[in-house]
């Protein structure tokens, strides 16, 4: 009877039903959570002075692009095996509470050597100041990583919806201080950012303590007690090279051109960020779909499953891309009344390269599948280093345009060669015993 009921609910409940459920209401719920920080935003723009306004989006700017890479290995590496022993059915569970704390210490580690580096330049004002502005960037990136963390948790165990209204609950904790300073509350920008601060921080607590409490006992596996490790430092390092790849074009543009190619540059990532919307859902999808079992223990289904997406995805994304290109020097120029030209040509050239981020999405994910760490932030650090010397040239060169096509043409490249590397690679070895993953308790 046990046998004929599981086989009834495997049919009703196909995991491509799964996934796709799990796909919208990381959309719908992602976008919500969008909508909720562009929000805080205008309320912001309009409650604070020109000073406070600046400080408070440099301290969340800084806070979003460490919190990308700081612990970003190893968010990756516990949401990998855990859905790697979801689908397995394991029981023996491993530490939430670990992958917490290894989080917490990394970005202070972080946090610790920005403080000295700005204390050896003299850059941020005083001392207190450098202090504060650290501490509270450091605070908000504590918080919104591992909520993320909590995230990839629930995305593992395919509860796509209860992970995204914890994104969500993040977005309306950002709005709160904004209320306050449209209000007249509060009008000072480190206040504005303590209080942020903050309330990302309550909801981090309140969403990871009962996972790390219910782990509390469990062993802490091969990357130690800090969560710290080879792997998790491996993948570290790609997210750092791949967070790279979009911030670092946008820094040469505003160290070696003028205002208005940066905010050409900088309309352009506006819009291509709208092209890429449904991009955040789609990987949290694949993240969990590449780390089941059936796609871990079988090198034909990683090939297989990489040549059916290319083939899908290529004449529709083609369509939608060939005509946001088409439509872009109609529409561009109604949007910014002419004022930025540049932005149309950079637009077409990033909305290439926006292509291939979707033709070849599974390709990073099939690389950490195949615990192919090492090479992935090799590969992409490389490319990284390439790309920079080579913008400073085209920009010297070119200008901005000329930045814009290096960027567009070395993330094509490093995406084209992941697809190569998997479909050109062998079948890994089997894995030993040892290797098998310290599992984490629901």
Same mark, same amino acid.
């Given at each position: 009877?046990?046998?004929?009921?599981?086989?009834?609910? %495997?049919?009703?409940?196909?995991?491509?039903?799964?996934?796709?459920?799990?796909?919208?209401?990381?959309?719908?719920?992602?976008?919500?959570?969008?909508?909720?920080?562009?929000?805080?935003?205008?309320?912001?723009?309009?409650?604070?002075?020109? #000073?406070?306004?600046?400080?408070?989006?440099?301290?969340?700017?800084?806070?979003?692009?460490?919190?990308?890479?700081?612990?970003?290995?190893?968010?990756?590496?516990?949401?990998?095996?855990?859905?790697?022993?979801?689908?397995?059915?394991?029981?023996?569970?491993?530490?939430?509470?670990?992958?917490?704390?290894?989080?917490?210490?990394?970005?202070?580690?972080?946090?610790?050597?920005?403080?000295?580096?700005?204390?050896?330049?003299?850059?941020?004002?005083?001392?207190?100041?450098?202090?504060?502005?650290?501490?509270?960037?450091?605070?908000?990136?504590?918080?919104?990583?591992?909520?993320?963390?909590?995230?990839?948790?629930?995305?593992?165990?395919?509860?796509?919806?209860?992970?995204?209204?914890?994104?969500?609950?993040?977005?309306?904790?950002?709005?709160?201080?904004a209320v306050a300073a449209i209000l007249g509350l509060i009008s000072?920008?480190?206040?504005?950012?303590?209080?942020?601060?903050?309330?990302?921080?309550?909801?981090?607590?309140v969403v990871c303590a009962p996972l790390a409490w219910a782990t509390?006992?469990?062993?802490?596996?091969?990357?130690?007690?800090?969560?710290?490790?080879?792997?998790?430092?491996?993948?570290?390092?790609?997210?750092?090279?791949? /967070?790279?790849?979009?911030?670092?074009?946008?820094?040469?543009?505003?160290?070696?051109?003028? #205002?208005?190619?940066?905010? %050409?540059?900088?309309?352009?990532?506006?819009?291509?960020?709208?092209?890429?919307?449904?991009?955040?859902?789609?990987?949290?999808?694949?993240?969990?779909?590449?780390?089941?079992?059936?796609?871990?223990?079988?090198?034909?289904?990683?090939?297989?499953?990489?040549?059916?997406?290319?083939?899908?995805?290529?004449?529709?994304?083609?369509?939608?891309?060939?005509?946001?290109?088409?439509?872009?020097?109609?529409?561009?120029?109604?949007? =910014?009344?002419?004022?930025?030209? =540049?932005?149309?040509?950079?637009?077409?050239?990033?909305?290439? =390269?926006?292509?291939?981020?979707?033709?070849?999405?599974?390709?990073?994910?099939?690389?950490?599948?195949?615990?192919?760490?090492?090479?992935?932030?090799?590969?992409?650090?490389?490319?990284?280093?390439?790309?920079?010397?080579? %913008?400073?040239?085209?920009?010297?060169?070119?200008?901005?345009?000329?930045?814009?096509?290096?960027?567009?043409?070395?993330?094509?490249?490093?995406?084209?060669?992941?697809?190569?590397?998997?479909?050109? /690679?062998?079948?890994?070895?089997?894995?030993?015993? %040892?290797?098998?993953?310290?599992?984490?308790?629901?």
């Amino acid at each position: 009877m046990r046998d004929i009921l599981t086989t009834l609910r %495997s049919r009703l409940f196909r995991a491509g039903d799964t996934f796709k459920r799990g796909f919208l209401s990381t959309f719908v719920l992602n976008m919500a959570a969008r909508g909720l920080s562009a929000i805080a935003l205008v309320l912001l723009v309009r409650g604070l002075g020109v #000073d406070a306004f600046a400080y408070v989006v440099l301290s969340l700017t800084v806070g979003q692009f460490a919190q990308s890479f700081a612990a970003g290995g190893i968010r990756m590496r516990y949401m990998r095996e855990e859905a790697e022993r979801v689908s397995r059915g394991l029981k023996e569970p491993s530490s939430f509470l670990i992958a917490v704390v290894g989080s917490t210490t990394q970005i202070a580690a972080a946090a610790a050597l920005a403080l000295l580096g700005a204390t050896i330049l003299g850059v941020g004002g005083s001392g207190a100041d450098r202090t504060i502005f650290v501490g509270l960037a450091a605070l908000y990136t504590v918080g919104h990583a591992n909520t993320e963390l909590a995230m990839y948790h629930y995305q593992a165990h395919l509860a796509f919806t209860k992970a995204g209204l914890w994104g969500v609950a993040r977005g309306a904790a950002g709005c709160l201080p904004a209320v306050a300073a449209i209000l007249g509350l509060i009008s000072s920008g480190p206040v504005v950012m303590l209080w942020t601060a903050l309330g990302t921080v309550v909801v981090a607590v309140v969403v990871c303590a009962p996972l790390a409490w219910a782990t509390r006992r469990s062993r802490y596996g091969v990357e130690g007690r800090l969560g710290w490790g080879a792997e998790s430092n491996w993948l570290t390092l790609f997210f750092i090279a791949s /967070s790279g790849f979009f911030y670092s074009s946008m820094f040469l543009v505003a160290a070696l051109l003028d #205002d208005t190619a940066v905010a %050409s540059f900088g309309a352009a990532m506006r819009y291509i960020s709208i092209v890429l919307g449904p991009v955040a859902a789609l990987m949290a999808v694949l993240r969990v779909r590449t780390s089941q079992h059936d796609v871990v223990d079988s090198h034909s289904t990683q090939i297989t499953m990489l040549l059916r997406w290319i083939k899908q995805t290529s004449l529709p994304t083609a369509a939608v891309v060939g005509a946001m290109a088409a439509l872009a020097p109609i529409l561009i120029p109604v949007i =910014d009344a002419g004022r930025y030209p =540049d932005s149309v040509t950079i637009f077409q050239l990033l909305v290439i =390269d926006a292509f291939f981020v979707y033709v070849t999405m599974p390709a990073p994910n099939l690389m950490i599948t195949q615990r192919r760490y090492r090479v992935l932030a090799l590969l992409f650090m490389l490319f990284l280093g390439v790309q920079t010397a080579a %913008s400073v040239f085209a920009g010297n060169a070119w200008g901005v345009i000329g930045i814009a096509a290096v960027a567009a043409g070395f993330g094509i490249a490093s995406r084209v060669a992941l697809v190569g590397m998997i479909l050109w /690679s062998r079948a890994p070895a089997a894995r030993p015993q %040892s290797r098998e993953p310290a599992l984490i308790a629901e």
